[in-house]
């Protein structure tokens, strides 16, 4: 009786899970769209939802696998049992993995393509993203040993949930090159030279002020606040570049001068000086000049920075890779015993 009960119980949760299905679905249909561009069918048919139904039960049978095996020794029965499940977990959630691949390999490839980073080769002399990226992991691995990675997710997909970073993250899933303003040097000192770079830096800066609050959350949480988005929004762009500039880590990220081009181009105060061939910005308390070629420089660094702190994603989750490279090489040596 008492095993028919728990049998019952189990049948139960995962009804509910079950029932539950068609409105976990229609949550994650806006973020998808906002975040792909593309959108998805306003319902779904029987035979999709039945279809999710029967992955979402083999998937609940798994983890009840998984909670068996986790209580048994490792011994070579145990580690076969252990890279089957996870197998097989893996080519219920992930797809397009080749029949010829196992999933364990194909995740761990996914993984190593999201580390990936561009390299300085095609950068104009003198800009470097390597510096920031690495910079940036160095960080992260330092947050993650004082921070639960659970708390880190938290403040990160808040930010999807509230939409404040849709935007940026779509134009770098869309567009990972140079923006097309930036794809050369000024070749000519003209006022259409000048108007394109501030298009164009319009644009880095635009997206930099929003991307900055990534790291600066991070920062708090690794001093031991809670902050949210609605809260980091709120404190002024110039603090939050000297709370970077104090990390040696990630020093590169931030310039003092790129707040006051901000601030300059979003007020439509950037004034185009010809005897100087280059562009003065000022603000309420500071003026920066720039030539049209530093200009174009000053704008692929603020882009640099930019993509390197979309990166966070990627970093976070990719923390811990090599460990777990090591231990399933370690759980496949016992599993041929």
């Known amino acids: ?17 079950v029932q539950m299905l068609p409105q976990m679905i229609e949550q994650l249909r806006t973020e998808f769209e906002l975040l792909s561009g593309k959108p998805l069918a306003s319902d779904f048919s029987s035979a999709e939802l039945g279809s999710l139904e029967r992955r979402l039960k083999k ?18 029965v145990s580690a076969r049992e252990r890279l089957s499940l996870m197998n097989d977990y893996l080519r219920l959630i992930m797809r ?23 390299s300085n080769q095609d950068l104009p002399e003198g800009l470097d993203f390597m510096s920031k990226y690495n910079g940036l992991c160095i960080f992260i691995d330092e947050l993650l040993m004082v921070v639960p990675k659970s708390s880190v997710n938290l403040f990160l997909n808040s930010g999807l949930s509230e939409h404040q970073l849709v935007p940026q993250l779509q134009r770098v899933l869309n567009n990972l090159s140079l923006p097309k303003g930036l794809s050369m040097p ?44 609605s809260n980091t929004r709120k404190v002024a762009l110039w603090d939050k570049v000297g709370k970077l500039s104090q990390e040696p880590n990630l ?59 979309l990166g966070v994603w990627n970093i976070v989750q990719t923390v811990g890779l090599m460990d777990f490279k090591e231990q399933l090489t370690q759980l496949r040596i016992l599993a041929r015993q």
């Open 251 to 309: 020093a590169a990220l931030v310039k003092s001068e790129w707040v006051t081009v901000r601030n300059a181009i979003a007020h439509g105060r950037a004034l185009y000086i010809p005897s100087g061939a280059g562009i003065q910005f000022p603000d309420k308390k500071r003026i920066v000049f720039w030539t049209l070629a530093q200009t174009y420089l000053e704008a692929v660094d603020i882009y640099l920075a930019n993509q390197a702190m």
């Open 1 to 17: 009786m008492k095993q028919e009960a728990i049998k019952n119980g189990k049948n139960d949760e995962l009804e509910n899970i």
């Open 96 to 118: 397009r993995i080749p029949k010829n691949r196992e999933p364990l390999d194909h995740m761990i490839e996914s993984l190593d393509r999201l580390r990936q980073v561009p």
């Open 186 to 229: 000024p070749r000519r000192t003209t006022m259409q030279t000048m108007e394109k770079l501030k298009l164009a830096l319009h644009d880095v800066t635009t997206d930099w002020e929003v991307i900055i609050d990534i790291v600066y959350g991070l920062i708090l949480l690794k001093e031991g606040q809670n902050p949210t988005w």
């Open 59 to 76: 998937l609940y049978l798994i983890t009840q696998q998984f909670d068996v095996v986790k209580g048994k020794g490792l011994t070579p």
